[in-house]
């Protein structure tokens, strides 16, 4: 891909928190691009910072040193950001759609044109005819997909991911892995996603960024050039096993 | 391992007999009603047992008919003395309700007037509530007002306390779900705080309601012409038990009602406390 494809650039971004005990260093100078269309997975040990790193590229905490460029011809960051944390939090009060179209409601669109939308979603994360049903009616996989499928809602081009299977059971999550790859190629979306497991990591993305321990730095960045679309079979390939392993010596070494 | 299974297999048996006996069910569907009927037999049992004189402590049977029929007394004229309360209560309640609501969400909207206003609430509420009601004669007068001003008084701070409290209960990560779209102030508030602020207001309600009736009754025993802490007032002094046990039980019936109101609309509400069928993946 070219220099022009390129829609977020992060740029020796370094974040200090101030605690009661000095200065604590989250993330010193990570540098890195994300391409259009690009999947993109970041992992690290626990408490690296990368929850931090996404956090600020959503505009949620203020960074303390370096450059976010977004090709604002590409999209606008304000508008165009889906996010999906780790846990689902959905509005309890809320319907199933309801929730769908929660930024539908904050962004000040018009309501009436995303429901059409709003059911096609559901039905791609597998919840059609649960659209009148209330959070705490589904179980956790499937709050889970609502809270997807509300991150892609207002057509977002990059879709932050914090996480998100990371308080599921390991078999709903490699379920949710293969939703996610399915849900990738069909919606085209830019994806930033964080996670602490490398082969999940590796079956998802096109590239996998690898941070080291507080302070994070980058300490490694694989192109994983497996060929799309992946089955679950890759996983058992010396070629899969093969970038975890290379993911995980680099995790090693630090 | 089977025989731990068989002994389950019993046990959910015996229950299912338990449940489908029909004295067992009937008494567990009319629960409240039986407890309530067992209490005022076994209160009138013992009153003719040991022949209590009625002037210390009437049967409920005794209070109930002076209820019941006409009394040639007009300052037992239920229907007045009833709706006098019933009035007072229910304006003392929807004001505090109201005004309580309204005033928590302008405290979690300003910080600024949350520190400047708490301190004189805590001034006011450590305050003995009914040492204010003469201070409130003299301004007022007896009657309806001073009785709203004083069931207002007993419940307003409790009310404020616990809303604000549910309005400050939102989960950060919530917050920050909405935050990342840009919301705006107000939208956070209408369509994270308030909805999640729900069930404080419906439980400060509920206590709400026996304070507000406990405000009304008291500024009534001080001073009034009607109602029916002045029916107790009044009959106190002829030692007259069985309108007093009377207008005690109306009044627990009028609390008893509101809350009942309350837990009704917090039904309708909140149809999403309600619903607890899990499904799976």
Redesign the interface.
Known sequence: MSEKDVLLSIKDLRKVYKTRDGELEAIGKVTFDVKDQEFVSIVGPSGCGKSTLL?IV???LEKTEGEIIVDKTKFNP?KE?G?V?Q?A?L???RKVIDNVL??I???KLDKRKYVDRAMELLEMVGLKG?EN???????G??QQRVSIARALIHDPKLILMDEPFGALDAI?RE?MNLELMRIWSESKKTVLFITHEIAEAVFLSDRVIVLSARPSRQVGSFDIDLPRPRGIDLKTTPEFNKYVIDVYKTLEVQ | MEEIKEGRLMATKKIKEAKTNPVVAFIDKYQTAFSLILFFLTWEVLCRIFKVNEAFLCTPSSALSHLFFKQPDAAYHWGINITATLKEFVLGFTITAILGVFISVCLIWSKTLQKMVMPIFVFFQSMPNIAIIPILLIWIGYGLKTNIIIAFIASFFPMVVNTMAGLNSVDDDLLDLVRYLNASKLQVFLKVRLPMALPYIYSSLKICTSLSVMGVIVGELYASDKGLGYVIANAQKYMDTPPMFASLIVMSMLAWGMYLLVTILERVTMPWRYVKQKSED
């Open positions: 956090r959503a505009g949620l304000d950001v996010f944390f846990k939090l509005l309890d009060w929660l930024p409601e904050i962004l649960f049903r209330y959070p705490n009616e589904l179980s996989g499937m709903t379920k």
